[in-house]
């Protein structure tokens, strides 16, 4: 099996304490997000690292977090499958039909997305979110639509989440209002 880094990217959160770096890896059959958040989530801080992998059609295949939240240790692993989602092996019906990982602690997951968003119009995927680094696994129903200036419209039905999007060349947010700033960094 062959890799190669194409993309890298680091972002600032806007709405609290914290930090992301991001890099973006091909390998044979899809892509690999492989990251380091660090962070401050209900009082406590927070080390996470992550690795998502996605198929040639940018869509999740398997995401594995592990790190620290306090003193708390987590490492999981969360598949999508034939016969649907699994975390650590345990079947995750709530989520069935999603295409994508959505991890709540990093803008990162939105590539997935992003990268199948046609040139001209909009797309809605369903996601598995990790809404914060502690919780269960919920659907996020999302929509991407490309708008004027380059930027893209995001709505989230389940939050109420609606922002224009920065985007650069390869699919990464560079701005997140009121959430994530970021610039690439190779």
Known sequence: ??????????????????????????????????????????????????????????????????????????????????????RDGVPQPQVNGATDIDLGFTPATNLMPLRRLPEIGQIEARAAWLPSPGAGLEPLDQTYRRARGGLVHYAAAQTGTAVDLKVDGEGFVTLYPGFWEGRRTG
């Open 1 to 86: 099996m062959t890799s190669q880094r194409t993309a890298e990217i680091a972002w600032q959160a806007l709405d609290r304490e914290g930090r992301d770096k991001c890099r973006l890896v091909q390998e044979d059959g899809g892509w690999m997000l492989i990251g380091h958040a660090r962070f401050r989530a209900d009082g406590m801080d927070c080390a996470l690292d992550y690795v998502v992998r996605v198929d040639a059609d940018w869509m999740t295949r398997s995401a594995d977090i592990s790190g620290l939240c306090g003193r708390d240790e987590m490492a999981t692993r969360i598949e999508r499958g034939e016969g649907g989602w699994t």
